[in-house]
């Protein structure tokens, strides 16, 4: 496992943008696969958006076209910018990594995003 510090979270009107970023610390070898989830009150974790070292990518449908998820594969971090934010995009956003393939076994403490006029 590694520790994952999250930063970037906060209030924005719909429309606006946030961009969420992570940082692993803690192990020799970076994580294959690191990415974020998101949890609304009263609904289930889902996931948001996943990198592998390699650049491959996995989006929600609902975030596809508005959000875009990048890695700095050297820093260990991973960043989630987010355009064209909606009302149902509030939930509190949770850093994730997976040290092989795709199984996630670390976690942030989460941030919260805010989408509301």
């Known amino acids: 496992q590694v520790q994952l510090v999250e930063s970037g979270g906060g209030l924005v009107q719909p429309g606006g943008s946030l961009r969420l970023s992570c940082v692993a610390s803690?192990?020799?070898?970076?994580?294959?696969?690191m990415g974020w989830h998101r949890q609304a009150p009263g609904k289930q974790r889902e996931l948001v958006a996943a990198i592998d070292r390699g650049g491959g990518t996995n989006y929600a449908a609902s975030v596809k076209g508005r959000f875009t998820i990048s890695r700095d594969n050297a820093k260990n971090t991973v960043s989630l910018q987010m355009n064209n934010l909606k009302p149902e995009d509030s939930a509190v956003y949770y850093c994730n990594a997976a040290a092989t393939g795709w199984t996630v076994d670390s976690w942030g403490q989460g941030t919260q995003v805010t989408v509301s006029s």
């Open positions: 803690g192990s020799r070898f970076s994580p294959n696969a």
